[in-house]
């Protein structure tokens, strides 16, 4: 017997609006504005929490000084086109790109997230 509806995912950030402006912009789910908290949801109820860590610092990837403890994949359909998006929504390309199916971008706060082809 299930406990919960679904999971939710909080990622730490100094800005929580401007980061869940880019996550909404990307997956086309709606903020759900607040201070120092913001969701963004689906039409069907899934969400991402953002909340404001003062004294943020983004983690290191691939280096470990500063572990990235997890990442968003987002299955997207073509690759070059996925990635023109994310771009122009703020995200940076990273550096080190291990694999040919997927490619790991830097979200505005600094997390690894990889878009992966379907």
Not at 55 to 77: A, E, I, M, N, R
């Amino acid at each position: 017997m299930a406990i919960a509806r679904y999971p939710t995912v909080v990622l730490d950030c100094p800005d929580p609006a401007a980061l869940a402006d880019f996550y909404a912009a990307m997956l086309d789910w709606k903020v759900e504005p607040g201070d120092d908290w913001v969701d963004i949801r689906a039409d069907y109820g899934q969400g991402i929490s953002f909340q404001q860590v003062k004294d943020y610092t983004p983690p290191d990837w691939p280096g470990q000084q500063q572990p990235q403890q997890f990442h968003l994949d987002v299955v997207v359909d073509d690759l070059d086109t996925a990635e023109q998006a994310v771009l122009e929504l703020g995200a940076t390309k990273h550096d080190h790109q291990p694999g040919t199916t997927f490619r790991v971008f830097l979200d505005p706060a600094g997390h690894p997230f990889c878009l992966c082809q379907s």
